[in-house]
């Protein structure tokens, strides 16, 4: 039995995932955390720091960023340097900072993360959001549509690489593209890149966007974090990359006075998962490809749903249109099923599956899925 069939009783728990349903026949595989455990590893450096009993002010031990310039030089052949660093509580925080820093509007794609459409809502940012192409089953840009949604006052970018909810690991040729287009339009690009760890197709790997040329990184602000990788979002501990010197001043000038430094659990665990859990990550991407795999031929089998591969992420991107649902969430819901409703994410009709979970679990919201749909 592999580590991650194992199942942990989260009802009861602080879970919010599993806490929107309590008291309920449901099966949540809505919000983005996985029902593992984290590393034995992680756990372990966790252990230490809490029985060293002290919990002051803490400033980001080098152990953390030391771990962080090993893991983007190995995994990604990506030289940052330590002062580019900025730690922050989480990504959705970064995202906010960047629409607080750089004035004027912000452009994105659609569907996407919910937090990309709200973000530049708290700062009274206009936002110009375009579609993503869906050709032939797979997900892509449509560039003349992002030209399109430009205008005068178009200064920031957001982009979701690789792709929640879609599932894309955006390619060089694509990374490339998008590249020439910030450079042309003069934007800066915050690339929310939590994802990162979870590459699934063998045949691909993650390019981080500020790594493709002196341009891309000068321009970009990149955000990453252990959290999803590693299962350790309720430690909040993430950062930023910013390679540009007045570019990291006015991002963190936009911190100042609001954004809470990062917990000492949090560097504590995130200089471990860094440092100690390949083998523990390579098993996983193992596991959840064969989830992934599920996922798809219970799809398949459903004539009149539709998904795209998933090469990266968790998260299964579904088109119940076909059912003729009015409320498709409302419908899987009450056949056992919590998802997350595609309307959050731009995407009426569409629904995300989240399938980091232990087998068993997972076998059982399947046939819940396969019910719902024969009951449409
Ligand atoms: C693309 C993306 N960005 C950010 C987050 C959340 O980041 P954090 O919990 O660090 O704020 C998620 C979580 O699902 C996500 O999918």
């Known amino acids: 039995m592999s580590f ?19 008291g309920r026949d449901v099966l949540p595989l ?12 992680v756990l372990a450096a966790l252990h230490e720091r809490v029985d060293h009993g002290v919990f002051g002010y803490g400033h980001p031990p080098e152990a953390a960023t030391e771990f962080v310039l090993a893991h983007l030089a ?41 937090p ?60 490339q593209d998008l590249a020439a287009f910030a450079e042309r339009n003069d934007l800066v690009v915050c690339s929310d ?47 930023a990359v910013i390679p540009d010197a007045g570019l990291r001043r006015r991002f963190q000038r936009a911190m100042d006075g609001i954004v809470p430094h990062v917990n000492v659990l949090g560097f504590a665990a995130c200089a471990a998962a860094y440092r100690d859990c390949g083998d523990w990550h390579a098993e996983l991407i193992d596991y959840l490809r064969g989830n992934r795999d599920r996922v798809a031929a219970t799809v398949d089998a459903e004539k009149r749903v539709k998904m795209a591969p998933v090469e990266a992420t968790y998260l299964a991107w579904i088109d119940v249109r076909g059912l003729g649902l009015a409320n498709p969430a409302a419908h899987f819901e009450a056949h056992g099923l919590g998802l ?37």
């Not at 321009?219 to 590693?230: C, D, G, H, N, Q």
Request: hydrophobic residues 45%.
């Open 340 to 376: 997350s409703d595609g309307a959050d994410f731009g995407a009426p009709g569409w629904l995300r599956l989240n399938f980091g979970c232990p087998r068993a679990t997972l076998d059982d919201a399947l046939a819940r899925f396969a019910n719902a749909c024969a009951a449409a």
């Open 116 to 175: 990309f459409f709200s973000a530049p809502r708290h700062f009274a940012r206009p936002l110009a959001r375009v579609d993503l192409a869906c050709r032939d089953g797979r997900w892509g840009w449509d560039l003349e549509a992002l030209q399109a949604g430009m205008t005068a006052e178009t200064r920031l970018f957001l982009l979701c690489h690789p792709h929640n909810p879609v599932g894309r690991c955006w390619n060089e040729g694509e990374l």
């Open 4 to 22: 991650f069939d194992t199942p942990v009783e989260r009802r009861g728990s602080d879970s919010v995932k599993w806490g929107r349903y309590a």
């Open 30 to 41: 809505w919000v983005a955390d996985m029902d593992f455990p984290a590393p034995p590893a």
């Open 74 to 114: 190995e995994q990604y052949g990506w030289p940052v340097a330590a002062e580019w660093i900025v730690w922050l509580p989480g990504l959705v925080t970064g995202l906010n900072v960047a629409c607080r820093a750089i004035d004027g509007g912000v452009l994105t794609a659609a569907p996407v993360y919910p």
């Open 193 to 239: 890149e939590i994802h990162c760890g979870l590459v699934l197709d063998s045949a691909r790997r993650h390019i981080p966007f500020a790594s493709l040329s002196a341009d891309a990184a000068r321009r970009t602000i990149t955000l990453m974090a252990p959290s999803k990788t590693y299962n350790i979002p309720g430690l909040g501990c993430a950062f």
